[in-house]
């Protein structure tokens, strides 16, 4: 009883694993795009820029019953950013990130994405800060606040532009948690909102040909 | 391009950081006093032109000064004096790397003298300032002025439903809830409510471990909502009123305090008590209580209030308040704290 069993099973996963989808690797597709957001945590503005070097680029064609699905565009990003945003009376926070960006754009041009990785911190408080030494002396500290380990992690959703059109950009509205640490010998949470856009630098039309394509019966 | 990049960064990031003193009748500027491994909040807000100042210290450990600030008491207090709120070290919006080590009450009084010292910097020698203490911030104003030559730097102390000896608090906490619990089973109010308490208070009788004094406390909280003549404050709603306007970091609020609520500080804050040295206190103090606070039960109000040296003392109980009389009893205690300040500037 057991072998048929088995033997189904394994047949269902073959199925799954090849017919059902078939990818090609485009290395050509290698680019890299600048990235410029308003880098907000509810009422806190900022800004960040940073850009993404693209490692890995697969175009991929989901079938469903042997038919036509979706397709897919799946790409693998490094991207470096410079991000920073004002708490008043808190902290100005500028922070570096070295991101590992997984995107999959529909040929739609709907984008969904997910980004993690370190970082880090340097925050500028929010005011005069005052160091007052054992005899009562008074003084001002320049510049005064403190160096973090952080780490990101985000996901969000945007429009690619050069799928349908010949625009090189790209909209974004993704939601980060930062975490900053030791932060009072704990560990700091913050969300923060980013909204922008992304501009790949000689980028032509990005629609993918019925050729790159293979589909498995 | 890059040296004027940087410089750009610099210029932008110590000009948020630049020196602002407000002598004005409305003021509200922020600065930070850096101590031991922290760098701590304090925001000035209201009329600094009338050169005295109320300092909030405020509870928990771990509470934000950022709760006390409402519009209630800015429109009544703050019209008339300067209201400075600090946020003690792991707490509010302070900040800091790897300072839990320095979390202990000898290193937060201090911070207080060196928030003190940098006010009188800032607003004159000369000022008035008067400390006002709400619950753990009572441990802190107690010490604070038990320090020889301390209470010379104050003009006056506010003692707001303080804790200057936490052993004796717990008892009186047990003491009062049964007292209470009691009571209000034999009128038949929130007997279910009430039972639990009641069994607790009873098989836990004294030489409370920091766990039993949690426990007492969770009841001595939960304890106000069963007192129908108490006006209730939902806590949430308070922060989320004043969390956009105040520009509160709530998650920074959030870290420091699980954080604070949950260090080996509190192991030495259950055995901590200024009561045997309150005698050296001779400066003006006002004690506000409420009737039914049951975390800082009256009684150790009185206790304070009987064993301070001070000739010039009052102590006023607000009849509709619990342990937030701020909150509770608003115009009860601006009205007290206003003519307290207003006798002794």
Redesign the interface.
Known sequence: MLKPGTFILALLYCTLCQAQYDSISVPSGRHFNLKLSYNSS???PGMSTGVEYSLNHINERVLKNQKPGRDYKKERFISGNLNWY???????N?YLTAEWVMRRTRFTGFISEFSAGPGFSR??????????DDA?N?S?????????ALITIGGGFGYDFSMKKQLPFSTVAKMNLISMF??????????VLEIGIRYTPGKSKNKVSKQSVTISK | MKKVFFLSLLLLFSGCQKEKITISGNVSEAFYVDNAGASMRVLVQGNTASKTFILFIHGGPGVSSYFYDTKYISQNIGDKYGIVYWDQRNAGASQGTSNGGNLHLDQMVEDLKKVIEVLKFRYGQDMSLFLLGHSFGGLIVADFITRPGYQNMIKGLIDVDGSHNYPLNDTLTRQALLTEGNYQVSQNRNVNDWRPIISYCNAHQGNFSLEESQQLETYATVAENYIDSIKHINMLNLVLKYSIPNEIPLTAVLCNLLYTEDSNFNKELAVTQFSTSLNIVTIPVLVLWGKFDFTCPQALGEDFYNRISSTDKSMVISPKSGHNIIFQDKKFFCDNVNEFVLNHK
């Open positions: 509810l009422i806190y004002h708490h008043p009376y808190f902290h100005d500028l925050t500028f408080l929010g005011g005069t800060t005052y160091k007052v009562g008074i001002v500290i320049k510049l005064a606040g403190y160096n973090y030791p932060y009072n010998s704990t560990i700091y949470f913050r969300p």
